[in-house]
């Protein structure tokens, strides 16, 4: 049955627009409180939020949900996403919610929830919690009603926990280190841990407003951060996003380090250290085909799977791995987190720079990227890659790159779009390849 209101990653929208209304987030507090309300024990709901200016309103309306049905509310107030899955576990509660568009700009917001154990709903609890989001929930009597409160050391306890990731016998002095927190959840967290771990500390994208979120900064715009590394002389640059579950880093050269080449970093230094898990990492179909044969040289594997982090996670769990993510950021180190975190790997990923005594253009870029070139399709209606000429197009263009390269067509779980992905070691050819297709499917739409 499709979907109403849960995407790839939680409940997202432009905010005072169906789906993202305080009369839904109310409706979303009272459906996911009661789908967790078992047992006799005081039940607990843990949220968070990013810095939109939505966030208030959202926060309020999903305090009045919860209560309603008899739950207990815990505000954190700004902290990143991968906080909330930590302190919700840490904490015992019964449910955690992350209110946070991620990287979309401040006018979106959504809504991400997790579970008791810290990881993301499943399919089959978001999809009763649906069912109960256009119910009948049952609310509790007067003397029932839960009760809110903050709490003030909710950013200690993170800080904490993500010191705690990076290796005891190491620290950061004389280290200068750029951190982009992208006006986001992070804002205070990221740059305190860093200090504390003995960096020289340079923080941009830390006045948030409400209304700067992830603009002209943050992971998805990293150019002044690069401009300010090489400016400061810093070893290394750091970029969060919103919420702080995706991490790109740029090198003392300003040069940026996709996640692709970060989870190549990870892993070769957990291998050498005896704690890679697998045999290789969990990626998408969109990291590099370069990525894939750098691993194979080292007699590592690659598993890939469809894009979303919520994927990669359930690679990871099923097979057996503890290190995996996406090209565009999304790490997930399992031995530490229940999803991706962006401070936590970029705690590794200056371990493994400290450890190795060079510059982060030498460390970090572990292989040269096959060219590879991503376009998006808008189509007003219909199902164009079902198309017979689009279908041909395609399987013409598989058996050019049969063996130099690989193409990766998908449409987007959010908007009538189709993502056309091709690379190869001929450039020309990969915007061959591409151009076609996006003109049949435009032909076709």
């Not at 939020?49 to 959202?58: A, E, V």
């Not at 040069?255 to 892993?267: E, F, N, P, R, S």
């Not at 994927?311 to 791995?321: D, I, N, P, S, W």
Request: with cysteine; aromatic share 4%; proline share 4%.
């Amino acid at each position: 049955m499709a979907r109403r209101y849960f995407g790839t990653d939680g409940i997202r929208g432009l905010t005072n627009t169906r789906p993202m209304t305080a009369e839904m987030a109310m409706r979303v507090g009272m459906a996911a409180g009661a789908y967790f309300l078992r047992g006799d024990h005081k039940h607990r709901v843990v949220i968070g939020k990013d810095t939109r200016l939505s966030g208030y309103m959202l926060e309020s309306a999903l305090v009045a949900g919860f209560t309603s049905v008899g739950m207990d509310v815990v505000m954190l107030g700004p902290m990143p996403t991968p906080a909330v899955a930590m302190l919700t576990h840490s904490m015992r509660a019964d449910l955690g919610v992350m209110i946070s568009a991620s990287h979309n700009p401040y006018q979106d917001n959504g809504l991400k929830l997790f579970g008791p154990d810290g990881y993301k709903l499943s399919d089959e609890a978001e999809a009763a919690i649906e069912a109960l989001i256009d119910g009948n929930v049952p609310l509790v009597s007067a003397a029932e009603i839960g009760r809110a409160r903050r709490i003030d050391d909710a950013q200690g306890r993170y800080i904490h926990f993500a010191k705690s990731t990076f290796p005891e016998a190491q620290r950061l002095d004389g280290m200068k280190v750029v951190i982009d927190c992208a006006n986001g959840a992070a804002y205070k967290v990221a740059p305190s841990a860093l200090w504390e771990l003995g960096a020289d500390v340079v923080s941009i994208g830390v006045e948030p407003n409400g209304k700067n979120i992830n603009d002209r900064v943050g992971s998805t715009a990293p150019r002044l951060l690069s401009e300010t590394v090489v400016a400061s002389g810093a070893a290394i640059g750091i970029a969060l996003d919103g919420d702080a579950d995706r991490l790109i880093v740029v090198d003392e050269q300003g040069k940026i380090v996709d996640g692709d080449q970060l989870m190549a970093t990870i892993a070769a230094a957990w291998a050498r250290a005896g704690r890679l898990v697998g045999g290789g990492l969990v990626a998408t179909v969109m990291s590099n085909l370069g990525l894939e044969r750098h691993l194979a040289a080292q007699g590592l594997g690659l598993v890939r799977t469809k894009v979303g982090d919520r994927h990669v996670l359930e690679a990871m769990r099923t097979r057996g791995y503890n290190v995996g993510g996406e090209q565009s950021g999304h790490i997930i180190l399992s031995d530490y987190a229940t999803t991706g975190d962006g401070l936590v790997a970029a705690l590794q990923v200056l371990a493994a720079l400290r450890r190795a005594g060079a510059p982060a253009s030498e460390v970090l870029h572990r292989f040269d990227p096959l060219p590879q070139l991503l376009r998006n399709v808008r189509f007003a209606g219909g199902k164009p890659l079902e198309h017979a000429a689009v279908r041909a197009c395609i399987a013409e263009a598989e058996a050019e790159l049969a063996t130099t390269g690989r193409l990766v067509i998908r449409p987007s779980g959010t908007e009538p779009v189709i993502r056309v992905m091709a690379e190869g070691e001929d450039p020309g050819q990969v915007e061959r390849v591409v151009t076609r297709i996006c003109d049949a499917v435009r032909a076709a739409a």
